[in-house]
Nanobody, 128 residues
Framework: LKFVEESGGGLVQPGGSVTLSCAAS????????TGWFRQVPGKEREGVAC????????YYADSVKGRFTISRDGAKNTVYLHIDNLEPEDTGTYYC?????????????????????WGQGTRVTVSS
């Protein structure tokens, strides 16, 4: 069975930090362009941070630059999203997606439900 699974969400205070994990099972995540997407009720799913296969180049949405960091650990077959200085606007469900054919910027800027793998999401709530 091949899938990706997110974890690490929860209730976080404004100004705090959180690290989300996207763990792959049954395939090598390093060979896929991987991204994190955020969705809030009533809005489209938006790409916030993506990392390419190969050289690991990254792309960030303008709204999250400086606070979000995407990284990967090949040995753990996992991609991470670290978020600093959380704001209430960061509240949402965060999804991980991996796609073999996409380049890093298009993966984030034009998300598609046709990507090879989508996780079930992990919810982050930023509230005091």
């Amino acid at each position: 069975l091949k899938f990706v699974e997110e974890s690490g969400g929860g209730l976080v205070q404004p100004g705090g930090s959180v690290t989300l994990s996207c763990a792959a099972s049954g395939f090598t995540l390093d060979r896929y362009t991987t991204g994190w997407f955020r969705q809030v009720p009533g809005k489209e799913r938006e790409g916030v941070a993506c990392i390419s296969d190969g050289d690991g180049s990254t792309y960030y949405a303008d709204s999250v630059k400086g606070r979000f960091t995407i990284s990967r650990d090949g040995a753990k077959n996992t991609v991470y999203l670290h978020i600093d200085n959380l704001e209430p606007e960061d509240t949402g469900t965060y999804y991980c997606a991996a796609d073999r054919m996409s380049s890093v910027q298009p993966l984030c800027t034009t998300p598609s439900y046709l990507y090879d793998y989508w996780g079930q999401g992990t919810r982050v709530t930023v509230s005091s």
